[in-house]
């Protein structure tokens, strides 16, 4: 079937983008209808470019094209036309939401090498026992050989006082005061505070 087409009527033209923003801004639903079908594409596009993602892109051009719908009165034509206005606020939207991803990211990754550290440093802890050890040796040629010998009996060997003094051939009050005056004086050596 044919449709006869006038040619002296004029067909109405189609408002421009800037038109339509401001139509939109007046919460024109048809216009918005119009501005949507202009610049989703593009966007779309832009935004899959920045964040590389399709769901993630697909999501953004949506926050994006509610803002144009919430914020269509805050577009000014002097400053420039109304598709780089819709893409602007595209590629910042994008940018933010790349940002805010590898912010994410990289609090997972802290968190994940928190749980990896041990809780103290092993080498640390090697260099503090091996200086604590030396220390404790240079204490124990301090001492007299009575006193080294309860000492190593009783506290490195594990004996009780009765066993030191069987073992050295002493009386048991004899040893008791060599072990009193050895750890004092072991103590005084090593600095430590009562």
């Known amino acids: 079937m044919r449709v006869a ?17 401001v139509r939109v801004a007046r919460g024109d639903q048809d216009a918005f209808s119009r501005v949507y079908d202009a610049v989703s594409g593009p966007l779309l596009g832009l935004v ?4 590389r993602d399709p769901a993630q892109s697909e999501e953004v051009a949506q926050e994006v094209l509610v803002e144009v719908w919430r914020t269509a009165a805050r577009f000014q034509p002097a400053r420039g036309s109304a598709m780089t206005w819709v893409m602007t606020l595209g ?7 790349v940002r805010s991803s590898q912010a994410s990211a990289d609090r ?3 968190a994940a090498l928190l749980d990896q550290t041990p809780a103290f440093d092993e080498v640390v802890e090697q260099v503090e026992a091996r200086l604590e050890r030396e220390q404790v040796r240079r204490c124990m040629r301090g001492l007299t050989e009575l006193q080294r010998q309860s000492v190593t009996l009783a ?8 066993e030191v003094a069987e073992l050295l051939a002493l009386p048991l009050g004899t040893v008791k005061t060599r072990l009193r005056d050895g750890l004092i004086r072991l103590r005084d050596c090593l600095g430590v505070s009562v």
Request: net charge neutral.
């Open 155 to 162: 506290y490195y060997r594990g004996f009780t006082y009765r």
């Open 5 to 21: 087409v006038r040619l002296d009527e004029a067909a109405e033209p189609e408002p421009d983008l800037q038109e339509l923003l």
């Open 91 to 97: 590629h910042r939207r994008a940018v933010d939401r």
């Open 108 to 110: 997972e990754h802290k």
């Open 48 to 51: 899959r470019s920045v964040l």
